[in-house]
């Protein structure tokens, strides 16, 4: 008899997304006539720049001639990518990253799913609250939790984001090895200072425990001062891992492309406290069930560094601020508490009430689908993420609706 992985029978039923589709789907069966307007799911809707369509367009010729055809690359990578994340990414900002310590990947959703994989059965594990549900559910699957009780998993630690801390959490009190933090964060769209980045280092150092740090925002953030990398808090080397992606940067989310950064002299231990290089454990890894990710891929990936890439997605990023800005300023002028939209493409609204309720009502009512913070997590209860990927135009037409339904 065939047993199943049980730990797969603990993670909640209803997927967040499902459920707001159901409801959708139910409302739109039920008024056919309405003009729903979409700023639930996190996807990019701005096609992909120019520079990167040139580059994947030669590159898939060079694949249909004998001479250029390229077949299974690197794992890796190919270096004309990695050397120029390494430049353009990294040592741009001053930061040194080399190319041998980036793996590019179709992802991050895979690398942040992935990477635990790495660790020990028995790792104490911290993750925010709320909380992009991958690092979560990898765990659970892996069964380093117990079973959900009220939203949350036996043996996680659990850190509130709040209004009170700035939706930027201290590191935990109780003993953690792993923690994730993802910042400019998805769902709240908060940033974290240098500051609050230098003590979440100094306490990974102290306890030789490890941050996973997601950075598949970076490029919306355009404050001053802003960390756009952990790795521009001293000591970061020796304790973090990075994630970043082409996903929301490029537009890449259909086209596939992201990297990880997983630092020379980066350990972990064995349970004997024997040092082991997590730069080999990942490499070995991705070279067992990773065969890369395809060249066509990352010539576009590599065409994003280029001056009219660059200048490209910038365009894109900022049009997707600017969205984020009016929408931003409609809520704010009709008094409620916005976070995030500045160096994010979420905001997080405080509704002062019921997420699920105040989604229904803006389903109902002004036909805009938003996500409920309660399906991120405990914490997310009270709040909706409205994304800013979508249309100038939809975005002004969300704008007015909301404006007469919450102004009531
Ligand atoms: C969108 C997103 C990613 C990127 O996922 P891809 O697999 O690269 O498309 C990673 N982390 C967070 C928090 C995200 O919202």
Redesign the pocket.
């Known amino acids: 008899m065939i047993q199943v992985n049980e730990n797969y029978l603990k993670i909640q039923a209803s997927y967040l997304f499902t459920e707001i589709a159901h409801r959708v789907k139910a409302f739109q069966e039920s008024n056919p006539g309405a003009k729903i307007i979409r700023l639930g799911i ?1 996807d990019v809707t701005e096609p992909l720049a120019p520079a990167v369509i040139k580059a994947m367009s030669a590159a898939v010729r060079e694949q249909s001639k004998s001479a250029t055809f390229r077949g299974y690359g690197p794992e890796q990578g190919y270096a004309f990518l990695r050397e120029k994340i390494s430049e353009c990414d990294f040592a741009a900002r001053g930061v040194k990253v080399s190319p041998a310590e980036i793996f590019v990947s ?5 690398d ?1 799913g992935n990477f635990q994989e790495l660790f020990g059965p028995r790792v104490r594990i911290a993750v925010p609250d709320p909380v ?1 549900p ?1 690092y979560v559910d990898t765990n659970v699957m892996a069964g380093r939790t117990g079973v959900q009780k009220n939203g949350r998993y036996g043996g996680l630690v659990y850190l509130d984001s709040t209004a009170e801390n700035g939706f930027v959490p201290d590191p935990p009190s109780k003993p953690v090895d792993l923690a994730y933090l ?1 910042f400019p964060n ?1 769902p709240t769209g908060a940033v974290a200072t240098k500051k609050q980045l230098e003590k979440w280092v100094d306490w990974a150092r102290r306890e030789k425990a490890l941050i996973l740090f ?1 950075a ?2 970076e490029a919306f953030i355009r404050t001053p001062g802003i960390p756009h990398s952990i790795y521009e808090i001293p000591g970061a080397r020796s304790c973090a891992v990075e ?1 970043r ?4 940067t490029a537009g ?2 259909g086209t ?3 990297y990880t950064v997983v630092p020379e002299g980066l350990k972990a231990w064995t349970s004997k406290g024997e040092p082991v290089e997590l730069r080999q454990l990942w490499m070995r890894r991705q070279t067992t069930k990773f065969n890369g990710c395809s060249y066509v891929t990352q010539r576009g990936a590599e065409a994003v560094y280029s001056k009219e890439g660059a200048a490209q997605t910038k365009k894109t990023i900022d049009f997707y601020l600017e969205n984020a800005r009016l929408v931003r300023e409609a809520l704010s002028s009709m008094g409620y508490t916005v976070t995030g939209g500045t160096d994010s493409p979420y905001l997080w609204v405080d509704v002062k009430g019921d997420s699920w309720k105040f989604f229904d009502l803006l389903l109902r009512e002004a036909q805009v689908v938003t996500t409920p913070g309660a399906g991120f997590g405990r914490a997310g209860e009270g709040y909706i993420r409205i994304s800013a990927f979508n249309s100038r135009a939809n975005v002004k037409e969300a704008i007015a609706r909301l404006s007469k339904v919450l102004a009531r």
């Open positions: 996190g179709d992802g991050a959703k895979c942040t992009y991958v993802c998805n997601d598949a925002y994630f992606s082409f996903s929301k890449f989310t596939r492309c992201g």
